[in-house]
């Protein structure tokens, strides 16, 4: 999903973070990665605000 603000997205490119969640964007639930970090949108609300279905809790697991 390509939303979201352009502002932070930068930021991100940036600093390049090996972690970076966030959860406003109902329709890019889930988790990707590029070359240098992990995306997780944890959006549980599904259609959006005042949704009554929720996703599943996204788990990450750090291992260090």
């Known amino acids: 999903c390509n939303r979201g603000c352009d502002i ?3 930021e ?3 600093i390049r973070p090996w972690l970076h969640i ?3 964007n109902h329709e890019g639930y889930g988790a990707y ?3 240098n970090t992990c ?3 944890a959006a549980n609300c599904i259609g959006g605000a005042g949704g009554q ?3 599943e809790a996204i ?3 750090i291992n260090y």
């Open 8 to 10: 932070i997205k930068k």
């Open 12 to 14: 991100v490119a940036k």
């Open 22 to 24: 966030f959860g406003h």
């Open 33 to 35: 990665y590029d070359e």
């Open 39 to 41: 995306y997780v949108n």
């Open 53 to 55: 279905s929720r996703r």
């Open 59 to 61: 788990v990450v697991t």
